[in-house]
């Protein structure tokens, strides 16, 4: 609504309670991890949380936007650190990387499977928890060709999207949780910068 002024007067409501939020995370998490996403209902969200069915509805419209808030509010998500250098920040940022991975590891498995089959849940994922991710490895690398140690034509977008796949592959070939090893073959193999053959003896 105008409010005269050519501005529009705020909307006055109940602020969001924070408690509802963190109920529903966790109630998400437990319920993906117990029964995979094709069992999950929002009935039964609301009831794990404790909390009314239309109170959900108010604040996501759905159970896609609800399983994609769940996963990402962890507060083991990975940010892109800044440690000074292009080995540093990639070792950090791998290292948070495989633990909010595993400590999440049903649920994501979940949602990642219904993602390749559901493409409308696959955009959501996407947009919700793939790209943030490859967003933080962009920053890394961006800060590394600004510092000298990438040069200005590195492939950004291809090389952001390498740890991600490794670590999946590592768990659906290899059958098994990547470990901080394997955040050190990853770091050396494509984080580690080498000199210049020109500066070699």
Partial sequence: MDDGT???RARVGRPRDPRLGEAVVAATLELLAEDGYAQLTVERIAARAGVGKASLYRRWPDKVSIVLEAVSRSPERPSA???GSLRGDARAY???LVRYRTLH???IAAISS???CDERFGDAFRVGMAEPIMAGMRVILE???ARGELTPGTDIALL???????????RLVAGRHPDE?????IVDQFFSPHPDESELP
Avoid: K, M, N, Y
Avoid at 160 to 170: G, I, N, R
Avoid at 181 to 185: I, K, P, Q
């Fill in 114 to 116: 219904q993602a390749l």
């Fill in 94 to 96: 791998l290292r948070t």
């Fill in 81 to 83: 650190p800044d440690t």
């Fill in 143 to 145: 800060r590394a060709i």
């Fill in 160 to 170: 952001s999207s390498v740890p991600p796949a490794l670590l999946q592959a590592q």
């Fill in 6 to 8: 050519g501005g529009s």
């Fill in 181 to 185: 090893a394997f955040v050190e073959r």
């Fill in 105 to 107: 590891a049903d649920a």
